[in-house]
């Protein structure tokens, strides 16, 4: 963390404990790594009368070609200095997600009563024009419709109703400032408890599937051995290098080739390439052991001497 102080603060377990995670993790703290040399700052203590640069974008090394830039804009509305990063991100719809099931759902009532009708109607048509194994995988196919139909309409209620809920807020907030009412101000602090129970529940089912997500991936018996070897891959990453005419490099692929390009450089031949020397090469006769010859066969080899 950078201060204003000249007087050097030494580094409290905290931030040793976090310097070295994030030198495990491979995260770096992007701004730095553009500004190697610039210091700025993005918050004032009016308690101690000195600046501090406690906000950051820590991205891993190997995704810091990506950024394009970040920069720290004027304390306005705050007390504390916005940071603005702007990174070109590859577009990820390319890759199709499996569908899971929303657990959540089995909580909800009224999804409940609409599953059991349309297992009702389903099995009332299909009961017997095919075989089980038919009906079964089309029973899934039609249900997995209807899940996705469902949340989706849930999901686009939950939107609604958190943009409803903004809108009313701003708009008695502005009542308030020119009113100073009591009762607006009772009805803000309704809407906001509404508004917080409805974002809480969603946080929740967010933490629910990540907890699912590392439960699914995570590799419980060899946890040790799979964090030593993280840790001697980030001792060897090369996140940035410097070119000849001093121009430094964060992407990964032109790093590759950079090392590519010295090695074949270093294992080529400098010397000149001799036509008599290879035409002499080809003009050998080199014996040869011929083929059949088992590992314990004998065969005569004679050499002689060119005049």
Same mark, same amino acid.
């Given at each position: 963390?950078?201060?204003?102080?000249?007087?050097?603060?030494?580094?409290?377990?905290?931030?040793?404990?976090?310097?070295? $995670?994030?030198?495990?993790?491979?995260?770096?703290?992007?701004?730095?790594?553009?500004?190697?040399?610039?210091?700025?700052?993005?918050?004032?203590?009016?308690?101690?009368?000195?600046?501090?640069?406690?906000?950051?974008?820590?991205?891993?090394?190997?995704?810091?070609?990506?950024?394009?830039?970040?920069?720290?804009?004027?304390?306005?509305?705050?007390?504390?200095?916005?940071?603005?990063?702007?990174?070109?991100?590859?577009?990820?719809?390319?890759?199709?997600?499996?569908?899971?099931?929303?657990?959540?759902?089995?909580?909800?009532?009224?999804?409940?009563?609409?599953?059991?009708?349309?297992? $009702?109607?389903?099995?009332?048509?299909?009961?017997?024009?095919?075989?089980?194994?038919?009906?079964?995988?089309?029973?899934?196919?039609?249900?997995?419709?209807?899940?996705?139909?469902?949340?989706?309409?849930?999901?686009?209620?939950?939107?609604?109703?958190?943009?409803?809920?903004?809108?009313?807020?701003?708009?008695?907030?502005?009542?308030?400032?020119?009113?100073?009412?009591?009762?607006?101000?009772?009805?803000?602090?309704?809407?906001?408890?509404?508004?917080?129970?409805?974002?809480?529940? $969603?946080?929740?089912?967010?933490?629910?599937?990540?907890?699912?997500?590392?439960?699914?991936?995570?590799?419980?018996?060899?946890?040790?051995?799979?964090?030593?070897?993280?840790?001697?891959?980030?001792?060897?990453?090369?996140?940035?290098?410097?070119?000849?005419?001093?121009?430094?490099?964060?992407?990964?692929?032109?790093?590759?080739?950079?090392?590519?390009?010295?090695?074949?450089?270093?294992?080529?031949?400098?010397? $000149?390439?001799?036509?008599?020397?290879?035409?002499?090469?080809?003009?050998?006769?080199?014996?040869?052991?011929?083929?059949?010859?088992?590992?314990?066969?004998?065969?005569?080899?004679?050499?002689?001497?060119?005049?």
């Amino acid at each position: 963390m950078d201060r204003s102080s000249s007087t050097p603060i030494p580094l409290t377990l905290a931030a040793k404990t976090l310097q070295r $995670e994030l030198s495990d993790l491979q995260l770096l703290d992007i701004w730095r790594e553009q500004h190697t040399s610039q210091r700025e700052y993005s918050f004032y203590s009016h308690r101690h009368k000195g600046y501090s640069r406690i906000d950051n974008f820590f991205i891993h090394a190997s995704k810091t070609h990506l950024v394009s830039s970040c920069e720290y804009l004027a304390r306005t509305l705050s007390d504390r200095a916005p940071l603005l990063l702007q990174m070109a991100i590859k577009d990820s719809r390319s890759r199709p997600k499996r569908w899971r099931f929303p657990n959540h759902l089995v909580n909800d009532s009224a999804f409940v009563v609409m599953i059991n009708a349309q297992l $009702e109607c389903y099995f009332n048509i299909d009961s017997n024009s095919a075989s089980p194994a038919i009906v079964w995988e089309a029973l899934k196919a039609y249900i997995r419709g209807n899940i996705i139909s469902y949340s989706s309409w849930k999901k686009k209620q939950y939107v609604a109703k958190l943009n409803s809920l903004e809108m009313d807020i701003k708009n008695l907030e502005k009542q308030h400032f020119q009113l100073q009412s009591q009762t607006i101000l009772d009805q803000l602090t309704v809407m906001k408890a509404e508004y917080d129970t409805i974002t809480t529940r $969603e946080v929740e089912n967010a933490m629910a599937r990540l907890k699912q997500r590392y439960y699914e991936h995570g590799d419980y018996a060899g946890k040790l051995l799979t964090w030593q070897i993280r840790r001697k891959d980030a001792a060897r990453y090369i996140p940035i290098i410097k070119q000849n005419d001093g121009e430094l490099v964060r992407n990964p692929l032109l790093i590759n080739q950079a090392f590519a390009d010295f090695y074949k450089s270093l294992y080529s031949s400098q010397g $000149e390439k001799s036509q008599e020397m290879y035409e002499f090469l080809e003009g050998l006769d080199i014996p040869k052991i011929p083929r059949g010859t088992g590992r314990h066969g004998t065969t005569t080899f004679r050499v002689s001497s060119g005049a």
